[in-house]
């Protein structure tokens, strides 16, 4: 499959790049590019312009300061995977950046590209031949959802009208979320940080609050506390290439060896338009010392509150929504072990 | 809109014009006429494209060209030395690790990249390297050999 034409732009510093972005609509950026081109190529997505963050300095970096780590948003998952600093104090993002893809797509593919990568869909990730046989969708732009192939699943009601159901399947935001990161944004009016929690809408047509001209421009990450650890576990057919079918990341932190609960995070990608965050799994171990019974009870809450949406390809709906609790209770049971 | 570049392939260095929106892959089979790097899936998904740029395994068939400018490109062709093959291919033929041929260019690409870092894999290893390369004959057990062959080789 051939790309569609596009002018090529090379800003040299980010001001630029947001220049370029504020003033031409149809304008997509470009890192790794292992996610765009393959969107482009299928036609899914046509910018006029190409906005190319390879000349910009300086946003490559690991950087372990006072108190937290900070990630440049061009540094490549395969730089994440096998940074010493990043294995040491973040194992669980060493393991998801190293889940992402294939050797190949972690070579070219950065960390805010990954972050924000599009939400995904079986009618809408395909090819252009394959979609003009059906109407528009609603994420491309059309007037309904044309999911109708979920009508198929039981249990789930038919996904007409204005709502996107396209699945966000990223494999390092669960992990970042669970880890409490923040995120740089360089935008028209200047610079910001937010929690990375919310830069995801939950809308599949739109996931990231981002406006126009923004750009993510660095991950940062919270020193762990001393009795800490995190475990993400990846749900997919083969054991590389894949996109997740279900991405569960839990951190826990007590206060001591052993000891009482003191923070708990699960958040599980892959099943809805954004990463979601079961808060219940705060409220049920927080301030408790840890029992297989509570595990049991977080991971009930987890597959009743975190259940998968049915439109990506692999497996059924209903094995995916068993695997949140299976790998609920497994993420959780092991990164105890680790503290 | 063609653009002038200048592309390091094999350690020559070629100056074309080429359109933005076409692939390193596109310009190194069309272009070059360097057709041992394989079209498989051209999504990224199979590997067969695989090069290395700077010494890293890509999918060329996702990476524009002009985004390889100035980097060390490496493909299939630049490994065999004055007609004598290069040691990881020579194993390959040894240990029955080419079949139908077509994935063997990516797959001795992402080998080659795994053996400059790390001269001594483990099984593991090796097969965590070719994760992202398909091969359809499925004769990944006779790759996996001849990579560790080619390791032991070296070693």
């Known amino acids: ?339 | 809109m063609k653009t002038l570049v200048e592309l390091k392939v094999n350690g020559e260095t070629y100056e074309i014009a080429i359109d933005t929106h076409r692939t390193l892959l596109e310009v190194l089979r069309e272009n070059l006429g360097l057709t041992g790097t394989k079209e498989g899936c051209d999504l990224g998904d199979c590997g067969s494209c695989t090069v290395l740029l700077d010494g890293k395994p890509l999918n060329s068939c996702l990476i524009l060209a002009v985004e390889a400018r100035g980097r060390n490109i490496l493909t299939i062709e630049g490994l065999a030395e004055g007609g004598k093959l290069h040691p990881l291919q020579q194993k390959f033929v040894d240990h029955g690790g080419v079949q139908c041929g077509f994935c063997s260019p990516g797959m001795i690409m992402s080998a080659k990249a795994l053996l400059d870092r790390n001269s001594s894999p483990t099984e593991h290893e090796i097969k965590r390297a070719i994760s992202g390369n398909l091969c359809r004959c499925t004769g990944y057990v006779k790759i996996v050999e001849a990579i560790s062959a080619a390791a032991e080789n070296e070693a």
């Open chain 1, 1 to 339: 499959m051939r790309l569609p034409r596009f002018e090529y732009v090379l800003p040299k510093t980010i001001d630029e790049a947001i220049a370029v972005l504020s003033e031409e609509r149809e304008a997509k950026l470009i890192a790794g590019g292992t996610d765009i081109l393959v969107s482009m190529k299928q036609r899914v997505t046509t910018p006029k312009q190409l906005v190319s963050l390879r000349e910009i300095r300086n946003i490559e970096y690991i950087d372990n300061g006072n108190g937290n780590l900070r990630i440049g948003a061009l540094t490549t998952l395969n730089s994440i995977e096998e940074s010493a600093i990043v294995k040491e104090k973040f194992p669980m993002l060493a393991r998801s950046a190293g889940d992402v893809g294939a050797p190949q797509h972690r070579y070219a593919g950065t960390i805010a590209g990954n972050i924000c990568l599009d939400t995904r869909c079986i009618y809408y990730n395909q090819s252009h031949f394959w979609r003009k046989c059906r109407p528009v969708c609603y994420k491309l732009g059309g007037e309904e959802a044309n999911c109708s192939g979920f009508e198929t699943w039981q249990g789930f009601p038919s996904p007409k009208g204005n709502v996107c159901y396209a699945v966000y399947s990223g494999d390092t935001a669960p992990s970042l979320i669970a880890l409490g990161a923040e995120v740089k944004i360089n935008g028209p009016e200047g610079e910001r940080v937010i929690p990375l929690r919310t830069l995801f809408t939950g809308d599949g047509k739109k996931p990231f609050t981002l406006g126009p001209g923004d750009i993510l421009t660095e991950v940062i990450l919270p020193n762990p506390s001393q009795y800490s650890a995190g475990v993400y576990l990846k749900l997919r057919l083969r054991e590389a290439i894949d996109f997740a079918l279900v991405g569960v990341a839990a951190n826990i932190s007590l206060d001591s060896k052993g000891g009482v609960c003191e923070e708990a995070r699960l958040v599980i990608g892959a099943v809805a338009s954004k990463p979601v965050e079961v808060a219940i799994a705060e409220d049920i171990l927080v301030g408790k010392r840890i029992t297989d019974n509570l595990i049991k009870e977080v991971s009930e809450a987890a597959y009743s509150e975190a259940p998968p949406l049915p439109n990506i390809s692999g497996c059924s709906q209903e094995y995916r929504k068993k695997m949140v609790r299976v790998l609920a209770r497994r993420a959780i049971t092991s990164a105890l072990d680790k503290i």
